[in-house]
T-cell receptor, first 114, second 114 residues
Framework: AQSVTQLDSHVSVSEGTPVLLRCNYS??????LFWYVQHPNKGLQLLLK??????LVKGINGFEAEFKKSETSFHLTKPSAHMSDAAEYFC????????????FGKGTMLLVSP | NAGVMQNPRHLVRRRGQEARLRCSPM?????VYWYRQLPEEGLKFMVY????????ESGMPKERFSAEFPKEGPSILRIQQVVRGDSAAYFC????????????FGPGTRLTVT
């Protein structure tokens, strides 16, 4: 069984300051991990993915995440927040056991103030 | 190359009516996944289909819900005798093959049951 815990339901930052969205996972197999972003009333867009290659993964829009097996974490970071980053972010895990069904965290709403 | 298409984008049904949600996968994709997003929740897996086959329906409610992906045409998620608790956003995703851990999401259908 696999599960994802996003530790914060809301994160508030000021524009230009760093962003940290926390995610812990559990998985029976070697997992693939993803971060998706959802803007209001829009679909989901893939930010980045980890699939057992480099542990530091770079994604779109300046986001990156580091896979830490010892801590079972996959936190999302960005050095400097932009107003357009305000959205909901989902950490997602997929077991590498055949076909992949995705298990989503409950989401973290990122609020960016000027 | 058009992305995953879902229609309608918004659907309002009265209690007891039927809801039919459509999903056209990306060109060349023959694997379709349906997810449901309840308010304040992450997405929950419902069903995984290949052309003319249901592969995994472990996330589908036992009654009133059904899904199909015919040889021709879009995938359909059908909810019979809708109740207020069915109000949610329903997302479809597609992938080109089963061990592709990256799924491409549509914009979702927001179902409101009055």
């Amino acid at each position: 069984a696999q599960s994802v815990t996003q530790l914060d339901s809301h994160v508030s930052v000021s524009e230009g300051t760093p962003v940290l969205l926390r995610c812990n996972y559990s998985s029976s197999y070697s997992p693939s991990l993803f971060w998706y972003v959802q803007h209001p009333n829009k679909g989901l867009q893939l930010l980045l993915k980890y699939t057992s290659a480099a542990t530091l993964v770079k994604g779109i829009n300046g986001f990156e995440a580091e896979f830490k097996k010892s801590e079972t974490s996959f936190h999302l970071t960005k050095p400097s927040a932009h107003m357009s980053d305000a959205a909901e972010y989902f950490c997602v895990v997929s077991d590498n056991g055949g076909y992949s069904t995705l298990t989503f965290g409950k989401g973290t709403m990122l609020l960016v103030s000027p | 190359n058009a992305g995953v298409m879902q229609n309608p984008r918004h659907l309002v049904r009265r209690r007891g009516q039927e809801a039919r949600l459509r999903c056209s996968p990306m060109k060349g994709h023959s694997h379709v996944y349906w997810y449901r997003q309840l308010p304040e929740e992450g997405l929950k897996f419902m069903v995984y289909l290949q052309k003319e086959n249901i592969i995994d329906e472990s996330g589908m409610p036992k009654e009133r819900f059904s899904a199909e992906f015919p040889k021709e045409g879009p995938s359909i998620l059908r909810i019979q005798q809708v109740v207020r608790g069915d109000s949610a956003a329903y997302f479809c995703a597609s992938s080109p093959h089963p061990d592709s851990y990256e799924q491409y999401f549509g914009p979702g259908t927001r179902l409101t049951v009055t």
